[in-house]
């Protein structure tokens, strides 16, 4: 399957990230790629959630040590952590502008999770190629 997700650029922008500044030198490969993909998906952070993932954990389950999600996502419904997954799945299969199309739809908590998993997963997928 031919992958929209150029994975040698994303390497090369983390590495000349890490060199564009002194305090990017010091941050691990994963909080630069973190930094590159805000970067290319336009996708600002939050700091606290907005009360309806606070008022979800009746509904919520914890996560399977192997999960992909990020830790705070435990306190999302099922159905919210399978709309993720797939939001993912999608950005990994149809690139990252069809990810972000979706996903700038939801509360800015629900991005903020999005991106936290997509960097993970991208991540996972640069080191498994040995290009980080």
Known sequence: MNNPINYEE???AVQMKKE???EF??????????HVVRERTGLGGVTTPPASHKDAQSTTTTLPEDSMLPSYAAE???EEKKVLENL???TLEKGIAAGIQEVKKDDPFFIDAYHDMLAQRLG????QRHLL
């Open 10 to 12: 994303l390497a090369q």
């Open 20 to 22: 564009s500044a002194p």
């Open 25 to 34: 030198r010091a941050m691990e490969e994963g909080e630069l790629l973190s």
């Open 76 to 78: 999302f419904s099922q």
């Open 88 to 90: 993912v799945s999608l």
């Open 124 to 127: 996972e997928e640069l080191r």
